[in-house]
């Protein structure tokens, strides 16, 4: 697999740029103030899957830029960027330079994503960027978002793999 840098790779990121904007901003909902459930990181994640790391990385920079400038949704802080951009640059990474030569193990490619991204960055990081915020304890953040950290990773993984196995990646081959 290998990473492509043309116009149809471009448009495709700034798609997927959009329908994460329109998921996160628009279509997810808020459990309390500060814990909102939604699926607006998987445009971001297959960004990174099928554009690889760079097109995905700046797929999340785009995304959490333009979409604090069109519905802030709270205070604008630059720890949710670093963590968006890191959304789209883990998975390019686990899917075109750890498997790079392995077009298989597709089940474990999604899985170590998930794992880095909704265990690392959405849990600890996100965690740690709402802390400062809010000025609540980390460890308290981090208890009481496990729930839905759990529920977002398994919708997400499971519409990765769909995604992934109906070949939507025909969109860039064309």
Same mark, same amino acid.
């Given at each position: 697999?290998?990473?492509?840098?043309?116009?149809?790779?471009?448009?495709?990121?700034?798609?997927?740029?959009?329908?994460?904007? *329109?998921?996160?901003?628009?279509?997810?909902?808020?459990?309390?103030?500060?814990?909102?459930?939604?699926?607006?990181?998987?445009? !971001?994640?297959?960004?990174?899957?099928?554009?690889?790391?760079?097109?995905?990385?700046?797929?999340?920079?785009?995304?959490?830029?333009?979409?604090?400038?069109?519905?802030?949704?709270?205070?604008?802080?630059?720890? +949710?960027?670093?963590?968006?951009?890191?959304?789209?640059?883990?998975?390019?990474?686990? +899917?075109?330079?750890?498997?790079?030569?392995?077009?298989?193990?597709?089940?474990?490619? !999604?899985?170590?994503?998930?794992?880095?991204?909704?265990?690392?960055?959405?849990?600890?990081?996100?965690? *740690?960027?709402?802390?400062?915020?809010?000025?609540?304890?980390?460890?308290?953040?981090? !208890?009481?978002?496990?729930?839905?950290?759990?529920?977002?990773?398994?919708?997400?993984?499971?519409?990765?793999?769909?995604?992934?196995?109906?070949?939507?990646?025909?969109?860039?081959?064309?």
């Amino acid at each position: 697999m290998k990473s492509k840098f043309n116009l149809q790779s471009f448009i495709m990121a700034t798609l997927l740029t959009a329908i994460s904007i *329109i998921l996160t901003r628009f279509l997810s909902f808020y459990l309390t103030p500060n814990m909102r459930i939604g699926i607006g990181s998987l445009p !971001i994640i297959f960004s990174g899957a099928v554009l690889g790391p760079f097109l995905g990385a700046l797929t999340g920079v785009a995304a959490d830029l333009i979409g604090i400038m069109i519905n802030p949704g709270g205070v604008p802080h630059l720890g +949710f960027t670093l963590s968006s951009t890191l959304t789209g640059l883990i998975p390019g990474i686990i +899917f075109f330079i750890i498997f790079n030569k392995n077009n298989e193990n597709q089940n474990l490619k !999604i899985l170590l994503t998930n794992l880095f991204i909704f265990g690392f960055i959405h849990l600890i990081l996100n965690s *740690i960027w709402l802390s400062q915020l809010s000025g609540l304890s980390i460890w308290f953040l981090i !208890i009481s978002r496990l729930p839905k950290i759990l529920i977002e990773s398994v919708f997400t993984g499971i519409l990765l793999k769909l995604l992934l196995n109906k070949k939507v990646t025909l969109l860039l081959n064309q």
